[in-house]
Every structure is written in C-alpha cells, then in structure tokens.
C-alpha cells in the first residue's frame, strides 16, 4: 500500500485495503485467510487518502478505524493534523482532533506540535504558531529544530529577516541549534533582499557553529546572485563549492545557464555545458533546453541543431520543449522545408503538442487546414492560443464570417477576453456590425451573459475606429443597430 501511494496509484491503495478488510472479516471463523487491517493499514489509507486530496475519504477512513475498534496511535494523530492543517487549512479541526485525541489515550508528541506550527506558519499565523509553542511547552514537549524552523521561514517570508536571525539566535540558547535547513531559508531571505555581505558571513561562521553547507545552500546563493546580474560572482561560488567535495546538480547547472544566456554570454553558456561532462555532472534536458532557447533567439538555428544531436549522442531524451524550439529556430531562418519534412516524419506525432501546431499555424498560414485536421486526428485540442491565431488570420484574409464562426466554436472551452477584444477589433476596423449582433446572440446561447467589460471592450472598440475616421454616425442602419446592442441586450439577458 505504502509503494503504491508512492507511486500515485491511491485507487490501487483503496482496492487493496478493500480486499485486506474483506479477507481478514472471516478471520477466526474459518471464513478468512487474513488478519483484519491493523492501525498501520489504517493510519497508511488515510495518509494515503490525505496527499492525494482526496480529505473526506480520508476523514471517512479514520472514523471505520474508531468505528472497527481499532485503537489509534500517535501517528494517526500527527495524519489527522497534517489533513487540516497543511491540507484543508482547518485548524479549528486540528485543535479539536488534538483534544479529542487525547480522550482516547493518545498524546501528542512533538511531531503533532511541529506539524501544526508548519501548518500555522504556511498559512501566514506565525503569531499563533508561537501560542503552539508555548502550548507544546506547558506540556512538557521540547520542541526540535523542525519546530522553530518554520516559524524562521515565516518570519523570512515576511520579510522580517531580523526576527528570524533573532530567533535563531535564541534556538542556539536553548540548546535546539539551527540545521542546515534553517540556515538555507535565511540564506534565501538575505539573497532576496540583496544582503550578499551577510551570506558571506554566514557561510563564514559554518565551521564555528557546527553546520556544513550543502548543494542546496551554494545553489540558493548563486540563484540570489544571478538574480542580480552578478555572474562573476555565482561561477567563482562555483569553485569554492566543488572546492568543497560537493557535487554540482542539474539545478546548479541551470542557474548559472540562464545566468549567462539572461547576460547574452553564449559562448561562455556553452563552455560551461561542455565543462559539465568533464566534471561528471548531470546535464539535463533543462540545462539543453535553457541554451538552446537563447540560440533560437539570436537566430542560431545550426547551434540549435548542434545542441539537438549531442543531446541524443549523449543519451539524453529531447523533450517537448527542445522540439519547439527547434522548429522555431528553423521559422527563424526561414528553413520552411526542413519544418516540412519533420512534420511528415513518423516521430513527428508522439513530440508535438498544442505549442508547436500553435507555433505552425502561425509561421504557415498556407498549411492550417492540414495542421487543423493533424491535431483533430492526433487528439490536440486547440487553446486560446490556437483560436486567436485563426481568427487574426481570418480576418485579415476579409473572412470575417469564418472568423466570428470560430470565436463561437472557442467558447466551448470558455470565454476568452482577450480573443473576443482582438475579434471586436477587426470587425469594428471594418463596420461588421452585424457580425457583433451574431458573437452576442450566439454568447447568450452558450451561456455566457455579457457583462459590462464586454460591452466595455465592444463599445472602446467602435468608438477608437469612428476616430481613425470610420464615419459611422452617417450610418442610420449601423446607428440603430450600435443602440440595439449596446442597450437593449442588457435587458434581454436579464442584465438590466
């Protein structure tokens, strides 16, 4: 049950609990070839039940475990407190839970206690965290590092980096030092705030205070760094990290890559990816990706395909995202037969997704009703994206009727304001009043009631082409029908 909730699979964890409690129901009858679930089957449903989402069966799963008379223990209580307060944010229920409880023998320990604080904490309620704290205490519970570490979190969170450093200061005191972990999120917070100098120091004082910094802890100050610009900086961190016997990740590696692809330095991008196979890191398909995104930028479509096949040499799988790009790249250099020719290859339709016929339609006008009816039959629903596309190519080809179809057909996956302002635009640029009158009729029939940004955005968008000198108000037909749409229709949707 346990590999299974791992994995994902929490319908497999009810099924199988379902056939432990039906076999295990004869047990001592002679009818049963099992032992009926236990605590930890019970206490292993829930948790189960509880990441997934899923908090009702969760909560329906513990009260069959009071119900079977099976008693629980102290980590059934830590599940309950971790459902609402990291789950649901139902801290009256947690307390109440924590009460409750203890009718049934159950104490809680100082896992319940720093499970409520994180909770606390993660909901912006450090003042109260601090009331479970004094709780905690009142019952003879010490708290450990993972109590008071969230409390440090959100005070940083806050931006209160003083009162965090203060309270680290007094987990020192109380002989409960701060860990690793706790010193990241300050290291985080003084990144944010550009406080540089007082990382250094931190890092400085490690030895003195028994705490080795980690991958994390280089990774959190380079990220700061390069946040700011400061490249030079994050790559010489890079050297006293390996100085240091620590192994450089695939995050570390992306960091100083969009660092430098942000800074233009490509060369030195690229150096660095090379660099990494000698030094035995992990170059990932993201660090591939982040590169060559900047060459697609700056119109390097050969670099890009340089990158492609020695991703592939190495072993790496190109994802999605490399195929994108390299088609945009190809867009770029205007190589239209080679986009072509990868469209017709097999491999094409297990790689593409709804980005790169987006990005196909509207590089090749000529080809969209073969790309259409690509995605129709490799199952791609078009986005907003796709539906905007169309319709801008629509109406500037003079379809406005193929244009307004469209919009309608777009309203089976919602309502997009921004395509119907970009509609609205084109249709008034070009007095198709009457295409307007159709888009709210046909609104109105799938449900979706004008409210007044739409009329807000029809009206902006008649009243900006009658200034470009569309004279509009010499039209008695196109006058009624402007005070038909914007008036009327109103009230007949029962918006009056």
């Not at 407190?81 to 409750?100: E, M, P, Q, T």
């Not at 990220?223 to 006293?240: F, P, R, S």
């Amino acid at each position: 049950m346990k590999a299974l909730a791992r994995a994902g699979d929490v319908d497999q964890v009810v099924a199988l609990f379902a056939d432990l409690r039906t076999s295990g129901a004869g047990a001592g009858t002679g009818k049963g070839d099992a032992s009926p679930p236990n605590v930890l089957c019970y206490n292993t449903l829930v948790n189960a039940l509880a990441e997934a989402g899923r908090l009702e069966e969760a909560r329906v799963a513990f009260d069959e475990m009071l119900a079977a008379g099976v008693a629980p223990n102290a980590s059934s209580l830590n599940i309950l407190v971790k459902l609402h307060s990291w789950r649901s944010a139902r801290f009256d229920l947690a307390y109440r839970d924590i009460l409750r409880m203890r009718d049934l023998g159950v104490e809680a320990d100082v896992g319940t206690y720093s499970t409520l604080v994180t909770g606390l904490c993660r909901a912006g309620r450090v003042g109260e965290a601090w009331g479970v704290l004094d709780w905690m205490l009142e019952e003879g519970c010490r708290p450990m590092v993972q109590t008071y570490t969230p409390i440090v979190q959100g005070y940083c969170r806050e931006g209160r980096v003083e009162e965090a450093k203060e309270l680290m200061a007094t987990m020192e005191r109380a002989g409960c030092p701060p860990n690793v972990v706790t010193y990241n999120v300050l290291i985080r917070a003084l990144c944010d705030a550009a406080r540089f100098d007082e990382v250094r120091q931190v890092l400085t004082e490690s030895t003195s205070k028994d705490w080795a910094p980690s991958t994390v802890t280089y990774n959190t100050f380079m990220n700061g760094l390069c946040k700011k610009g400061m490249a030079k900086e994050a790559l010489d961190l890079l050297d006293v990290m390996l100085g240091e016997g620590l192994d450089p990740t695939d995050f570390t590696l992306s960091i100083l890559l969009n660092c430098l692809c942000h800074d233009s330095r490509i060369s030195e991008a690229l150096d660095l990816l090379e660099r990494s196979t000698s030094l035995r890191w992990y170059a990932g398909v993201v660090a591939y990706n982040t590169v060559m995104s900047r060459l697609c930028g700056a119109g390097h479509w050969m670099g890009v395909l340089k990158l492609l096949t020695d991703m592939i040499k190495k072993g790496i799988m190109p994802n999605t995202r490399s195929f994108n790009i390299f088609i945009r790249s190809l867009f770029f250099r205007r190589q239209f037969r080679l986009v072509k020719s990868l469209i017709r290859n097999q491999g094409f339709a297990a790689t593409a997704n709804v980005v790169t016929y987006n990005t196909l339609i509207y590089a090749m006008p000529s080809e969209v009703n073969n790309l259409m009816q690509r995605m129709e039959d490799q199952n791609i629903a078009a986005d907003e994206v796709t539906y905007t596309i169309m319709v801008d190519r629509l109406c500037r080809a003079g379809q406005f009727v193929a244009a307004t179809n469209l919009f309608l057909k777009s309203l089976e996956i919602g309502l997009s304001r921004d395509l119907f302002a970009v509609l609205t635009n084109k249709l008034a640029h070009n007095d198709k009043i009457w295409e307007m009158t159709r888009i709210f009729q046909g609104m109105e029939k799938n449900g979706f009631i004008p409210d007044s940004s739409i009329f807000d955005v029809t009206i902006r968008s008649f009243c900006r082409t009658a200034m470009n000198g569309v004279d509009m108000a010499n039209d008695a037909d196109t006058c009624g029908v402007l005070m038909f749409d914007f008036y009327s229709i109103p009230y007949m949707f029962g918006d009056g």
